[in-house]
């Protein structure tokens, strides 16, 4: 298997970011991390090995991105207000710096997205605020309200990177359209503490006409990654 660790300056952030792309051809796979996690979790977390035929065969291309959690939203050392604006920065960097490295590697005219946990939000975030980028969204055991993490602070970048608060809110046609072309799976299980989350999500889709995919394993499991290496051999 073709495995490429990158390490570039992102002026965005005004750091150094990393990220590891496995395969050599086929669909583009952004893959966001969980909870502060790193690029290399992916890999670490038996992920990779569950999609290596069809990364081997060309038909899958990953590509996995870091993430600046600990400097956003879990940076609870800082006023909220920064940390959402850490957020943006992080997605000025997956726009104006990383998307366009990952064509320069793929020429694909669109791309899926995936993401466990907290990489479940970020995947459905950008997947929304991007339709024209995006074909595929898988969600495993997300959750998409980031209120939590601000302490009741609230502005126009909050609910513009909080899906529970836009969708609802979203009339224009352009996003609409763009989601009911888009593949959206939001994965979770009986026994998953995000099970909720995903039934609601679900329920906003619903109410604004947006084909999606609710998928609940009513198997027991747990919000951890042998449920996500399940699902990633089913969605993928």
């Known amino acids: 298997m073709n495995r490429e660790h990158h390490r570039n300056y992102s002026h965005e952030l005004q750091?150094?970011?990393?990220?590891?792309v496995f395969g050599h051809a086929g669909r583009p796979l952004l893959v966001f991390p969980s909870s502060q996690g790193r690029f290399f979790e992916y890999?670490?977390?038996?992920?990779?090995?569950?999609?290596?035929?069809?990364i081997d065969a060309g038909e899958l291309q990953l590509f996995?991105?870091?993430?600046?959690?600990?400097?956003?939203?879990?940076?609870?050392g800082?006023?909220?207000?920064?940390?959402?604006?850490?957020?943006?920065q992080y997605e000025r960097y997956l726009i104006n710096e990383f998307v366009p490295f990952l064509k320069w590697k793929n020429w694909a005219p669109q791309m899926a997205v995936t993401g466990c946990s907290f990489g479940g939000y970020h995947a459905l975030n950008f997947s929304l605020r991007h339709p024209d980028l995006v074909s595929a969204c898988v969600c495993m055991s997300g959750s998409y309200?980031?209120?939590?993490?601000?302490?009741g602070y609230y502005d126009d970048n909050v609910y513009f990177n909080n899906p529970v608060d836009y969708v609802q809110g979203m009339n224009d046609e352009w996003f609409l359209n763009g989601y009911r072309k888009m593949k959206i799976v939001l994965g979770t299980s009986d026994w998953d503490m995000c099970l909720d989350a995903n039934v609601k999500m679900a329920g906003l889709m619903h109410s604004k006409g947006i084909p999606h995919w609710l998928d609940i394993w009513a198997d027991n499991s747990k919000h951890d990654w042998?449920?996500?290496?399940?699902m990633a051999g089913k969605y993928f």
Not at 64 to 75: A, G, I, K, R
Not at 145 to 151: E, N, R, V
Not at 226 to 230: A, S, T, Y
Request: charged residues 30%; aromatic residues 8%; proline residues 6%.
């Open 15 to 20: 750091r150094d970011m990393e990220a590891l």
């Open 145 to 151: 309200d980031i209120k939590s993490f601000l302490d």
């Open 226 to 230: 042998p449920l996500w290496q399940r």
């Open 78 to 88: 800082v006023h909220p207000g920064s940390r959402i604006w850490r957020h943006v």
């Open 64 to 76: 996995c991105v870091d993430s600046v959690d600990s400097e956003s939203l879990y940076n609870k």
């Open 43 to 54: 890999e670490d977390a038996g992920m990779v090995r569950v999609l290596a035929p069809k």
